[in-house]
């Protein structure tokens, strides 16, 4: 099965609430071309730079979708970036949020928190205590270029049974923050190992990749 069949296929099988953000790392124009044309929307990338080339070779087509940084961003990288993305997904501290409010000059830009759902060292993301993350939220809806739309999280590197007490925390704390004032739409949780266990915790945005274009060659 291909990649337009997969997609349609997957878009019918995952409920019409949920938005599938297809992860195009490594991936080739004409392969994100083909899943564009089946009738994806969103498109998440890890790397500005490999962006910058896709998205010059999509040429009008990449403005059919809406893009999403899905990786660490790194500040001098900032205004490069937001000419590419609508979306950023990644944002673990205020002063990251603050470099991006300077630089979006007028331009409302969606951000989600990335929370580190299981507190590892080794990665990125807000610690996942509620008062630090109300902080946070709060200090970024008072900045004016910005605008707080969601939290994301990826969880360890774990059976995706074993994710669902991650991803039930992560939903739990998404619920408190939007009790607690915070206007969250979107909880970006689960990828291709692990979607549908995501879906079942809560998260209303996954985020796809090999199950959608195949294993990376």
Excluded: C
Aim: charged letters at 25%; zero cysteines; hydrophobic letters at 40%.
């Amino acid at each position: 099965m291909g990649i337009s069949e997969t997609y349609a296929k997957l878009r019918q099988e995952i409920p019409k609430g949920v938005t599938i953000v297809l992860a195009a790392k490594q991936r080739s124009p004409a392969e994100v071309l083909e899943a564009i044309n089946a009738g994806a929307t969103d498109i998440g990338m890890n790397y500005v730079q490999e962006a910058a080339q896709l998205f010059k070779s999509l040429g009008s087509e990449a403005k059919k979708v809406r893009w999403h940084m899905i990786g660490h961003l790194q500040s001098n990288k900032i205004n490069k970036s937001l000419s590419l993305f609508e979306t950023f997904q990644t944002i673990d501290s205020f002063e990251l949020a603050q470099e991006i409010d300077k630089k979006a000059a007028g331009k409302k830009v969606s951000v989600f928190i990335e929370v580190n759902i299981a507190d590892e060292p080794a990665k990125s993301g807000a610690k996942p205590e509620f008062e630090t993350l109300l902080e946070l939220a709060k200090g970024i809806s008072a900045l004016p270029n910005l605008s707080i739309d969601g939290l994301m999280t990826m969880g360890p590197p774990v059976e995706a049974e074993t994710l669902r007490p991650y991803f039930r925390k992560a939903k739990k704390l998404f619920d408190d923050l939007k009790r607690n004032g915070i206007n969250l739409k979107h909880l970006s949780m689960g990828m291709s190992d692990s979607y549908k266990v995501a879906i079942e915790e809560g998260s209303n945005m996954v985020r796809l990749g090999t199950v959608v274009f195949g294993p990376r060659i």
